[in-house]
């Protein structure tokens, strides 16, 4: 044995097998997907796993909406996993197996946990959109607890193995025991920044460790520096700790058709949610840019948002007001499936699932990694 070899062994033999390995580990786990086709576009597959993630812009953009719709896609990818895994336990005979069927059994599948901050978890809404509240979701929804205190917590969730997804929402409630006690006349602002260092440097571990995700979420400050218009909380620590950064924006609204409101009497159905990646370690930066349409009574409009894809890269056809549906295997018209505006489309793909599924499932195939 080479002395190089003797100081791997013996480093992992003491701090464990995975501290130091001959080349890259891959990642066992498949991201979570969001419910918007651009989104898993632009992140080529989906909400990441084993990462820090954060979610920022100005009020009323999107943010907790579709925090909501990673937890909900977690609950269900949690769930599958996990009956796997019961499934291929169940069927060994190890010794060691039974034990783990008896851990994963007691313990169910991995959990969500929704830090709620600022108090303002729609329960109607997070339902509409999805999230089941009674199974394997934690709500913390703190009282007068210090930052310390809370982010401790987060540590100690994490490395207990049976969480996947912590949400904090937001970052910029969390605040030091240094400051809790502090009248608003003599309070200091700015402690948050080096405790997150600190916190970081702790949780960042046990996520990649147990394939946890960290997703905070964040707001917009107007910002001291003469070069920038806006900036977020948390300091440096945090910018770099995040794996990925996206902001979202409030864009144009939609009438009931899901067409751009041209008149200020007509009323709302939804708006336009504006999504760019100011960061991202986990995919090519190719695909910055992109959106997702919400509707104030469903959600996500999947369907109308994937009529807008298809449409951008040649999976339908226009000609005048008519729309054609192409075999996305084949490259020929799709028999019996043509459609006049994009109200129309958007019903056909709602009406029928097995052709949503033909283009969702070749567009995950092909086109998202």
Not at 194 to 221: D, E, G, M
């Amino acid at each position: 044995m080479t002395e190089f070899k003797s100081i791997v062994d013996k480093f992992n033999k003491k701090y464990g097998s995975d501290i130091i390995t001959n080349g890259l580990k891959p990642l066992e786990y498949d991201a979570i997907p969001f419910s918007s086709v651009y989104l898993n576009y632009m992140l080529h597959g989906g909400f990441p796993r084993a990462r820090v993630v954060e979610f920022f812009g100005p009020e009323s953009g999107g943010k907790t909406t579709t925090a909501l719709d990673v937890v909900k896609n977690a609950q269900i990818v949690f769930k599958k996993e996990w009956e796997e895994k019961v499934e291929k336990l169940s069927a060994s005979t190890k010794k060691s197996d039974k034990l783990e069927l008896e851990k994963i059994t007691e313990s169910g599948p991995l959990k969500c946990v929704y830090f709620d901050l600022e108090h303002t978890l729609n329960e109607e809404w997070a339902r509409m959109l999805g999230v089941n509240l009674e199974e394997n979701f934690y709500l913390v929804s703190p009282d007068a607890q210090s930052a310390e205190e809370l982010l401790d917590l987060i540590v100690d969730m994490v490395s207990s193995e049976e969480v996947g997804l912590v949400v904090l929402d937001s970052i910029c409630y969390l605040e030091p025991m240094a400051e809790l006690n502090e009248s608003l006349e003599k309070k200091s602002y700015g402690g948050i920044s080096k405790l997150l260092s600190s916190f970081f440097r702790k949780v960042t571990p046990y996520l990649h460790k147990f394939t946890a995700s960290l997703l905070i979420i964040n707001q917009l400050r107007d910002s001291m520096d003469l070069y920038k218009l806006y900036d977020t909380p948390g300091g440096r620590a945090l910018k770099h700790a995040c794996s990925v950064r996206i902001m979202f924006k409030k864009g144009e609204l939609y009438n009931e058709k899901f067409e751009a409101i041209k008149k200020s009497s007509e009323l709302a159905f939804g708006n336009q949610v504006l999504v760019k990646i100011e960061k991202s370690k986990i995919s090519k930066p190719d695909r910055i840019v992109g959106f997702y349409k919400l509707s104030y009574y469903s959600g996500i409009e999947k369907e109308s948002e994937l009529a807008d894809f298809m449409l951008k890269f040649g999976l339908i056809t226009q000609a005048g007001s008519w729309f054609t549906f192409i075999d996305p295997e084949s490259g020929e018209i799709l028999d019996g499936f043509k459609a006049q505006g994009m109200p129309k489309v958007v019903e056909l793909l709602k009406n029928n699932p097995e052709l949503f599924n033909l283009y969702t499932t070749y567009i995950n195939n092909n086109m998202i990694k």
